[in-house]
């Protein structure tokens, strides 16, 4: 079993993936638009505008798959209550990682060190998605 987050981009979700592949490296692995899906019964077309939104996209980040869509566009995406942690081998990674997730976001703690880890950091990016970045601290004997 896996859990995987599904982020809600509320009409950006676009621009988020072309920003995730730039500074996570995040790989496309699957990705509709409202356009492409099977008509079913009662549903009508599309809302004009809508039909290149994103339905439904799946990422590949390092391992991990997180998934995406444009949702409903009813206005500014809410990421609240949760964070994405991503787990990396050395300090530069984590720099150079965290310094992507900060370009347009909000720091909410610097990167440093802590005492579980060798680098900590939390940032919120610019579409709002809390993130902590984290190369945690050699495990003690």
Same mark, same amino acid.
């Given at each position: 079993?896996?859990?995987?987050?599904?982020?809600?981009? &509320? !009409?950006?979700?676009?621009? +988020?993936?072309?920003?995730?592949?730039? *500074?996570?490296?995040?790989?496309?692995?699957?990705?509709?638009?409202?356009?492409?899906?099977? &008509?079913?019964? @009662?549903?009508?077309?599309? *809302? $004009? !505008?809508?039909?290149? /939104?994103?339905?439904?996209?799946?990422?590949?980040? !390092?391992?991990?798959?997180?998934?995406?869509?444009?949702?409903?566009? #009813? @206005? /500014? $995406?809410?990421? #609240? @209550?949760? +964070?994405?942690?991503?787990?990396?081998?050395?300090?530069?990674?984590?720099?150079?990682?965290?310094? +992507?997730?900060?370009?347009?976001?909000?720091?909410?703690? $610097?990167?440093? /060190?802590?005492?579980?880890?060798?680098?900590? @950091?939390?940032?919120?990016?610019?579409?709002?998605? $809390?993130?902590?970045?984290?190369?945690? *601290?050699? +495990?003690?004997?």
């Amino acid at each position: 079993m896996q859990v995987q987050p599904y982020l809600v981009f &509320e !009409g950006r979700c676009e621009e +988020a993936i072309e920003f995730y592949k730039k *500074a996570l490296d995040a790989r496309v692995e699957m990705l509709m638009r409202f356009k492409d899906a099977p &008509e079913q019964p @009662g549903s009508g077309e599309c *809302a $004009p !505008g809508v039909g290149d /939104k994103i339905m439904h996209a799946s990422l590949k980040i !390092g391992e991990a798959t997180v998934m995406a869509s444009d949702g409903r566009m #009813q @206005g /500014k $995406p809410a990421f #609240q @209550g949760f +964070a994405l942690s991503l787990d990396l081998k050395n300090k530069e990674e984590a720099e150079r990682k965290f310094r +992507a997730l900060s370009d347009g976001g909000q720091v909410q703690m $610097p990167l440093g /060190k802590t005492f579980f880890a060798t680098s900590f @950091g939390m940032v919120a990016d610019r579409f709002g998605v $809390p993130w902590m970045v984290i190369v945690p *601290a050699p +495990a003690r004997p």
